[in-house]
């Protein structure tokens, strides 16, 4: 019985430890081009009443209701929930040290803002929602690359809902929405899981999901380009922004399709290539005279133009061969025959092909 206990305990202990976060990854795996980001936080959605609270994620082509999710980094499950026709809801706490960057906001469409300043924190929440085939229980241990279940189509698309919410947030019920209800959108007599008010949503908790995961993550997870790299613009038009924003950053000039420029180090500017906000990866770049950043979607590398090495093809009639002149003419290969042909293989070999070697000492 003691044994038993013993046991007992010890897989307890196991299964529910929690071991800190230190790295973040999207929840869907991929190389770029492949992933899909169909809705952003904060979007004004006019058939829900109200504004996003997370990201919509999919691989590009939707699903089939078996690609997986898996979570961010290091945690433990704090939440399972059955959502009817929504799929399943899953939260996971991490805990560590996290650092919530900056991030304003404003809608065209509607006028409406949000701010929030950024903050060092030892806990977030990350919330997964839309899923099917669930893989993970209550209480769970996870880690960065644990799948804990596949998306599925709520009558929308396939695709992941997916959030980070602040330590601090409410989370009522099922989780499924959080903070004062005053804010909650309703249409048709049902809470449509979209918010009022935009700066509400975020002083009462949530938060962009990609600018947290790409701020706490030790390397640049979109590496489409390199510094150096030659690019081109591929929209009809795209602008220079002073800024890696797409609301934030003043337009400093705009670019025809076509026009060729170069990813520059960005280190001095205080962020990083690759960055993610408003939607887009942006890239520290240079046209012309002037230097700034760009979305990623509107560039294209240009491919280096074909190397071309000289060689030469020797022989007999060549006689001697000094290799350290050849190569310091600029051949970097060279044909040298090593047999007299098919009449006597390998038996009779040319002798100027190791008078040739044997005297350069190659």
């Given at each position: 019985?003691?044994?038993?206990?013993?046991?007992?305990?010890?897989?307890?202990?196991?299964?529910?430890?929690?071991?800190?976060?230190?790295?973040?990854?999207?929840?869907?795996?991929?190389?770029?081009?492949?992933?899909?980001?169909?809705?952003?936080?904060?979007?004004?959605?006019?058939?829900?009443?109200?504004?996003?609270?997370?990201?919509?994620?999919?691989?590009?082509?939707?699903?089939?209701?078996?690609?997986?999710?898996?979570?961010?980094?290091?945690?433990?499950?704090?939440?399972?929930?059955?959502?009817?026709?929504?799929?399943?809801?899953?939260?996971?706490?991490?805990?560590?040290?996290?650092?919530?960057?900056?991030?304003?906001?404003?809608?065209?469409?509607?006028?409406?803002?949000?701010?929030?300043?950024?903050?060092?924190?030892?806990?977030?929440?990350?919330?997964?929602?839309?899923?099917?085939?669930?893989?993970?229980?209550?209480?769970?241990?996870?880690?960065?690359?644990?799948?804990?279940?596949?998306?599925?189509?709520?009558?929308?698309?396939?695709?992941?809902?997916?959030?980070?919410?602040?330590?601090?947030?409410?989370?009522?019920?099922?989780?499924?929405?959080?903070?004062?209800?005053?804010?909650?959108?309703?249409?048709?007599?049902?809470?449509?899981?979209?918010?009022?008010?935009?700066?509400?949503?975020?002083?009462?908790?949530?938060?962009?999901?990609?600018?947290?995961?790409?701020?706490?993550?030790?390397?640049?997870?979109?590496?489409?380009?390199?510094?150096?790299?030659?690019?081109?613009?591929?929209?009809?038009?795209?602008?220079?922004?002073?800024?890696?924003?797409?609301?934030?950053?003043?337009?400093?000039?705009?670019?025809?399709?076509?026009?060729?420029?170069?990813?520059?180090?960005?280190?001095?500017?205080?962020?990083?290539?690759?960055?993610?906000?408003?939607?887009?990866?942006?890239?520290?770049?240079?046209?012309?005279?002037?230097?700034?950043?760009?979305a990623q979607d509107g560039l294209e590398r240009v491919p280096e133009p074909p190397t071309r090495v000289k060689g030469i093809d020797v022989s007999s009639f060549q006689g001697y061969v000094d290799w350290s002149e050849v190569y310091n003419a600029g051949y970097r290969f060279a044909f040298v025959r090593a047999s007299l042909g098919d009449e006597n293989p390998p038996l009779l070999i040319d002798d100027n092909f190791y008078c040739t070697f044997q005297e350069n000492d190659i």
């Amino acid at each position: 019985m003691e044994k038993t206990r013993l046991i007992t305990l010890i897989a307890i202990l196991l299964f529910s430890s929690q071991v800190k976060a230190d790295d973040f990854d999207l929840p869907l795996r991929g190389i770029h081009g492949e992933l899909r980001l169909s809705q952003m936080f904060g979007n004004y959605y006019e058939a829900k009443g109200g504004f996003h609270s997370g990201e919509d994620r999919s691989y590009k082509g939707g699903g089939d209701g078996t690609r997986s999710v898996y979570a961010i980094g290091n945690g433990k499950v704090v939440k399972i929930s059955d959502l009817g026709t929504l799929g399943k809801l899953v939260a996971i706490e991490h805990i560590g040290s996290f650092t919530i960057p900056r991030k304003h906001y404003t809608r065209p469409t509607t006028g409406q803002s949000y701010l929030y300043s950024t903050e060092n924190v030892a806990k977030i929440y990350s919330v997964y929602v839309h899923l099917t085939n669930v893989a993970v229980v209550d209480t769970q241990s996870v880690t960065k690359n644990t799948k804990i279940g596949s998306y599925m189509d709520p009558d929308g698309g396939y695709h992941l809902h997916f959030e980070i919410r602040h330590p601090d947030t409410v989370h009522v019920g099922n989780w499924s929405l959080f903070g004062r209800q005053s804010n909650w959108a309703v249409v048709g007599g049902k809470n449509t899981g979209y918010y009022l008010n935009l700066q509400y949503m975020v002083d009462d908790g949530g938060r962009e999901p990609a600018s947290f995961i790409y701020a706490n993550s030790p390397r640049d997870i979109s590496i489409l380009f390199r510094t150096g790299d030659s690019v081109r613009v591929t929209w009809s038009s795209l602008n220079i922004r002073s800024y890696p924003a797409l609301w934030d950053g003043t337009v400093i000039t705009g670019l025809v399709q076509g026009a060729q420029g170069q990813v520059l180090d960005a280190t001095d500017t205080g962020f990083r290539n690759g960055v993610f906000a408003d939607g887009y990866f942006w890239w520290y770049v240079q046209f012309g005279n002037t230097r700034g950043w760009c979305a990623q979607d509107g560039l294209e590398r240009v491919p280096e133009p074909p190397t071309r090495v000289k060689g030469i093809d020797v022989s007999s009639f060549q006689g001697y061969v000094d290799w350290s002149e050849v190569y310091n003419a600029g051949y970097r290969f060279a044909f040298v025959r090593a047999s007299l042909g098919d009449e006597n293989p390998p038996l009779l070999i040319d002798d100027n092909f190791y008078c040739t070697f044997q005297e350069n000492d190659i």
